[in-house]
Nanobody, 120 residues
């Protein structure tokens, strides 16, 4: 069974930085695109950034230039470095990955979510 486990959320002041980690574990054959989404109270979940297995990246306009997504394919881990954080970045951040299991077809998996609060 494949699982995504996130870490690194918390409370930070405006202008500060945080790094989110998400590690995929289980019987994994291959990992395709990995990404981060977020959902603020009363709002729909939105894409923050995603990265292909080859390293191509996409970012939401609101985070371009402030956030950086990266991955370690050997560790099946994706990272989100968040700099110059703003109060509007406050949300629950979810890891997402398209994974083919050793004995299963390709599925999209989600992490449990990690809270990021940007406040003074």
């Amino acid at each position: 069974q494949v699982q995504l486990v996130e870490s690194g959320g918390g409370l930070v002041q405006p202008g500060g930085s945080l790094r989110l980690d998400c590690a995929a574990s289980g019987s994994i054959l291959s990992t395709d695109t990995m990404g981060w989404y977020r959902q603020a109270p009363g709002k729909q979940r939105e894409l923050v950034a995603r990265i292909s297995s080859g390293g191509s990246t996409n970012y939401a306009d609101s985070v371009t230039g402030r956030f950086t997504i990266s991955r370690d394919n050997a560790k099946n881990t994706v990272y989100l470095q968040m700099n110059s954080l703003k109060p509007e970045d406050t949300a629950v951040y979810y890891c997402n990955a398209i994974i083919r299991g050793v004995l299963t077809a390709t599925f999209t998996y989600w992490g449990q979510g990690t809270q990021v609060i940007v406040s003074s």
